[in-house]
């Protein structure tokens, strides 16, 4: 019995070390972990920090280059083609559109007649005639483009048409438009090829109605204060300034020359 009793006393003995033994194990092992885990958690936030900064990184780069491609288009963009001319500014005589292309023919009151329009507004100007044409209404242009010298030679035969009473220091101002390239005057069946009467046309509700959803608007309107009425004279200035004004009931010299200014970078968009 005692025998047996000394061997399980032994055993007990060894069980009881191995176990401490153990638990010393695990606990250090287990401080080890709780190392690993913070060690890998600071890992963590490192790399999602880097992360985030790269991200950051590349925002900027976006805006940059967003901004940079701005100042680019600008910077290519003919800042007078939505001036407002008036009694103090004027296009300088020297002035001529980047680029002109001919009007074709079937859009032509005179097909005789040799008539351009700036490069870039003929395909809103194509679309806006192929718009009427789909509603019956026929649209022809009398004058488009007119350089500094044709606005000369006109003028006076203005100045005897307006008669005395007109100003016809204010009648330049319609001139002026002409030699952008991106301004039309229209006449329709029934008036001769003239303009008189065109504010009682079909063709002139139309583009009341219409012009604006191709960028085109009436320069000078009905008991306007800055000019005499021109029911003919449309002016091309980009969709997103036509359908604002449109939208606020307001026309091209109602507005501010800031305001507008910052329509240019949309203008051919
Ligand atoms: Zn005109």
Avoid: C
């Avoid at 004027?90 to 351009?116: C, G, M, Q």
């Avoid at 320069?219 to 997103?240: A, D």
């Amino acid at each position: 019995m005692t025998e047996e009793r000394d061997a399980l006393a032994l055993k007990y003995a060894s069980t009881t070390k191995a176990f401490e033994e153990a638990s010393s194990t695990i606990a250090s092992l287990s401080l080890e972990l709780s190392d690993y885990k913070q060690k890998y958690g600071n890992l963590s936030s490192d790399y999602s920090n880097e992360l985030n900064r790269n991200e950051d990184f590349a925002n900027q780069i976006k805006s940059i280059s967003k901004t940079v491609g701005v100042l680019d288009k600008l910077s290519k963009t003919d800042e007078e083609l939505l001036k407002k001319y008036s009694k103090v500014y004027f296009l300088n005589e020297h002035y001529v559109p980047e680029s002109l292309r001919a009007i074709n023919n079937e859009w032509k009151y005179t097909e005789s007649k040799d008539l351009k329009l700036h490069s870039k507004v003929i395909s809103y100007f194509n679309d806006m005639e192929d718009a009427a044409k789909a509603d019956s209404v026929d649209l022809y242009v009398v004058s488009a483009y007119r350089s500094f010298g044709e606005q000369g030679a006109l003028k006076n035969g203005y100045k005897v048409s307006y008669g005395s009473g007109a100003n016809s220091f204010s009648a330049d101002q319609g001139f002026s438009e002409h030699q952008l390239g991106t301004t039309i005057d229209f006449t329709t069946k029934g008036l001769g090829g003239g303009l008189d009467g065109f504010q009682n046309t079909a063709a002139y509700t139309w583009l009341t109605d219409n012009a604006y959803k191709y960028g085109f608007v009436l320069s000078y309107p009905p008991n306007n204060s800055y000019y005499v009425f021109e029911p003919w004279h449309w002016r091309f200035v980009g969709e997103k300034l036509a359908r604002d004004l449109h939208k606020n009931n307001a026309h091209f010299y109602d507005w501010d020359q800031r305001k507008i200014d910052g329509y240019l970078i949309n203008i051919f968009d």
